[in-house]
């Protein structure tokens, strides 16, 4: 069973998609509500996938990515964010995100790309 972590600066998002995750089989070991924190937890977890924010005080989602990805190349990571602008999925993607999930989503798309990115 894949360990996932959480990154979203709100609380009900983080909640939303923990509740996807577990009916959908899948461990939530943490969660975060900025990229300071989501690095933190990241070094401390080492989960199997990471489901990231994009817009969030701090540092934003593209930032912790590109931290993250620093300590661990094979990190893989989801971002999700209602901003569905073309720069800033390829911008996520440049940073080493492995899907991008636009909000407001479907737990199907939410379980499809989980699957995709770690079975």
């Not at 080492?46 to 969030?56: A, E, G, N, Q, Y």
């Not at 999700?80 to 390829?90: I, K, N, T």
């Not at 636009?102 to 079975?119: T, W």
Request: aromatic share 4%; net charge negative.
């Amino acid at each position: 069973m894949a360990r996932i972590m959480v990154v979203d600066d709100a609380a009900f998002m983080r909640m939303m998609l923990k509740d996807i995750l577990t009916k959908g089989g899948y461990e939530v070991v943490g969660e975060a509500e900025n990229g300071l924190k989501a690095i933190e937890k990241y070094k401390e977890l080492t989960p199997d996938l990471v489901l990231m924010d994009i817009t969030m005080p701090e540092l934003d989602g593209i930032g912790a990515v590109r931290q993250i990805k620093g300590i661990d190349p094979a990190a893989k990571i989801i971002m999700c964010s209602a901003m569905g602008q073309q720069a800033m999925v390829l911008e996520s993607i440049q940073a080493g995100a492995k899907d991008f999930i636009v909000k407001p989503f479907q737990a199907d798309r939410i379980i499809e790309a989980v699957k995709k990115s770690v079975g």
